[in-house]
């Protein structure tokens, strides 16, 4: 039978957060995951590369609008804030972005406008609900308390013993306080109990709803990394203590569990004619055994005045070049092309000193960072500006092995293109694995040293970029190993799938190789479709900021 022949093809997106080979492969080939292992062996898989930072916001995002950060506009959890003299880039005052700062159209938009039904249950960012042609249950980052986290809202009395993770037992999968370990045996008792009940509601409906496309993701994975990554690293130093060996215990016995809700899921998309696809936002690792401090750097150099004293004149500081920062009228004047500034006494919270700061570093993700630039300053080309600084950074070396730390730095302009571009940092580094780009959450703006050890609560575990795919159904013809792909390619993929013109404007392309038929994609004009949110009650959204920002903060983003 040929590619689209059947009146009615559906698909089954089942999305691991933080799904990644280095366990899925190990954990297949000792027979925990039979089900996930059939997959492989019957269908074809690979690297799927996630978004820039690797990030659960920008990169569901990607996957739902097929675009990539610099259209949609996610980076990260929240807005910047081009054009104010300050610091762009604040975890504890930023907006914090939800669904509805999504103007692109998603999926759920242009399969309904095809007149496809699509069910999702806790896909990232889709709180707050929006009015689909199908049925949504929103996801973590819906506010504790928050009654309006479906659509319909009558779905929520349908599935009453359905679990929102960090909902209920808000503080169980948080990061401990100060020299306290996650108790094991609780954390994995409680994320047992949210899988379960998640799986059971996709379980039923998947088996009684009408549908066409249905997405179900698991974000228990990604919990279970981040906290117990030592369980399942030999390299870890306590590898082989009794504690960690139940941690490891614990673990498999997860996945075993998830592999199976897998199996049921995958055999009722198999009575549905559905094509299955298992995916992942961004992959997981080992932390980085170094933080590195750019923003030390750039301090000593004299893109960036800092200042702890609030009493010190700014104009002072340069006069005094005997000082940390050893600046001086000429390096102002010839090197980076700034005429002097006025006199300027910091103000009383004043961390940086904005008129004599040309760029500064905040931490994206891991071993990425951004720097912003202060173009107000700079009266010289950006690109010359540019140069300067990108060659300076590459001369840096740790100090320990001489070895040198920064990777690669490139333009924003090289990495994203869209409206949103001209908010995200001036440039993107990408350090060696080993090191961390700063401090996460914070400004890390006094650190002493160019570098500090072990950055991370012990053993914790990281995102990097290589995400997963896995495709299987009757329709795919291609066995094994089927090379990178890009998370944005998914969407014009299931697109070409259901038979649905791919919008021209797109930036990921449909993997269309895997097919059984030669089926080329049909394009046609974009255009964004109207959506209506769900109607959030007032005292959830004055709640919905500071409890998602715990949430993050809890989680280690901050």
Not at 97 to 111: V, Y
Request: aromatic share 14%; net charge neutral; proline share 6%.
């Amino acid at each position: 039978m040929e590619f689209g022949e059947e009146k009615q093809k559906r698909v089954l997106i089942v999305g691991l957060d933080g799904g990644t080979f280095e366990i899925i492969k190990p954990f297949a080939k000792k027979g925990y995951l039979p089900n996930i292992n059939r997959i492989m062996n019957q269908g074809c898989y690979g690297i799927l590369d996630s978004t820039i930072p690797p990030i659960t916001a920008p990169a569901w995002s990607s996957f739902m609008t097929g675009k990539n950060p610099g259209k949609h506009g996610f980076l990260h959890f929240f807005e910047f804030s081009p054009g104010e003299h300050q610091l762009a880039y604040n975890f504890y005052s930023g907006k914090f972005l939800n669904f509805s700062n999504i103007r692109e159209s998603t999926l759920f938009e242009l399969l309904g406008e095809n007149g496809k039904e699509v069910i999702s249950i806790n896909m990232p960012i889709t709180y707050p609900p929006r009015e689909i042609h199908g049925k949504m249950i929103s996801c973590w980052l819906t506010p504790p308390g928050a009654k309006n986290y479906t659509y319909p809202l009558s779905l929520r009395e349908e599935y009453p013993d359905y679990r929102i993770d960090l909902y209920f037992g808000e503080r169980m999968f948080t990061l401990p306080p100060a020299g306290k370990q996650v108790v094991a045996k609780e954390f994995f008792s409680d994320i047992n109990d949210v899988l379960d009940k998640r799986a059971k509601t996709a379980l039923s409906m998947i088996s009684k709803e009408s549908w066409d496309l249905f997405v179900v993701c698991f974000t228990e994975t990604d919990r279970i990394q981040h906290f117990f990554w030592r369980a399942i690293n030999p390299d870890y130093p306590g590898y082989n203590n009794p504690s960690v060996q139940e941690e490891r215990r614990l673990f498999m016995e997860f996945y075993k569990k998830l592999d199976g809700y897998i199996g049921e899921l995958i055999d009722w998309a198999e009575k549905r004619n559905a094509m299955v696809c298992i995916m992942s936002d961004h992959g997981f690792g080992p932390p980085p055994s170094k933080r590195f401090h750019m923003n030390y750097f750039l301090r000593e150099n004299g893109y960036l005045i800092a200042n702890q004293d609030n009493s010190i004149n700014c104009l002072e500081i340069l006069k005094e070049s005997a000082w940390q920062y050893k600046v001086s009228r000429a390096f102002l004047r010839d090197v980076l092309g700034i005429s002097t500034p006025k006199r300027f006494l910091i103000g009383k919270r004043a961390d940086v000193t904005w008129g004599y700061t040309m760029a500064w570093s905040v931490c994206l993700n891991n071993n990425i960072g951004g720097i912003f630039f202060n173009r107000k300053l700079i009266n010289i080309p950006i690109e010359n500006f540019t140069s300067k600084l990108v060659s300076t950074i590459f001369s840096i070396v740790d100090p320990e092995n001489g070895r040198q730390i920064v990777q690669q730095v490139l333009p924003r302009e090289k990495l994203f293109s869209g409206e949103k571009v001209s908010e995200f940092p001036d440039l993107i580094y990408f350090l060696e694995p080993e090191y961390e780009a700063g401090l996460p959450g914070k400004f890390d703006l006094f650190a002493k040293t160019l570098i500090s050890k072990n950055p991370y609560p012990s053993g914790r575990g990281n995102h990097n970029k290589a995400g997963i795919y896995l495709f299987y159904g009757k329709d795919i013809c291609t066995k094994g190993n089927s090379g990178n792909r890009s998370i944005m390619d998914i969407l014009p993929t299931i697109l070409l799938y259901l038979q649905i013109p791919i919008p021209d404007d797109l930036d990921g392309e449909a993997i269309s190789d895997i097919f059984r038929a030669d089926k080329k994609p049909i394009y046609s004009r974009s255009k964004n479709f109207s959506y209506k949110s769900i109607e959030v009650v007032e005292n959830e959204k004055s709640e919905s900021e500071k409890s998602i920002r715990d949430k993050i903060k809890n989680l280690g983003y901050l």
